[in-house]
């Protein structure tokens, strides 16, 4: 399985950049992918995630409003929409895939992750 993060970069603040997560090695039915971002000196947090077949969403609280998961079947590829970036979303953003959907929460329950993409927002 492959993981592989891509769309971050240098953005302003108040932008809205679309990470994407192309997967392949299997198919995912049945598997949730989930985002989780890691700034510098804090440990790695829940962003939000998808349930592959139903396309159920969860997202962290810091994120309802302003970030949508989303994934297209056909490319087997996740996204992520961020909107009104804040220059503390500032991190490296990592997708991962774990087999269900019990806790989507844990990255301990994610058996996949990809490289991550460096996302700078500046004020």
């Known amino acids: 399985v492959q993981l592989q993060a891509s769309g971050g970069g240098l953005v302003q603040a108040g932008g809205s950049p679309r990470l994407s997560c192309a997967a392949s090695?299997?198919?995912?039915?049945?598997?949730?992918m989930g985002w989780f971002r890691q700034a510098p000196g804090k440990e790695r947090e829940f962003v939000a995630a998808i349930a592959w077949s139903s396309g159920r969403t969860y997202y962290a609280d810091s994120a309802k409003g302003r970030i949508t998961i989303s994934r297209d079947n056909a490319k087997n590829t996740v996204y992520l929409q961020m909107n009104s970036l804040k220059p503390e979303d500032t991190a490296v953003y990592y997708c991962?895939?774990?087999?269900?959907?019990?806790?989507?929460?844990?990255?301990?329950?994610?058996?996949?992750w990809g490289q991550g993409t460096q996302l700078t927002v500046s004020s």
């Open positions: 991962a895939a774990q087999w269900g959907t019990v806790n989507v929460r844990d990255p301990l329950k994610y058996n996949y």
């Open positions: 090695g299997r198919t995912f039915g049945g598997y949730a």
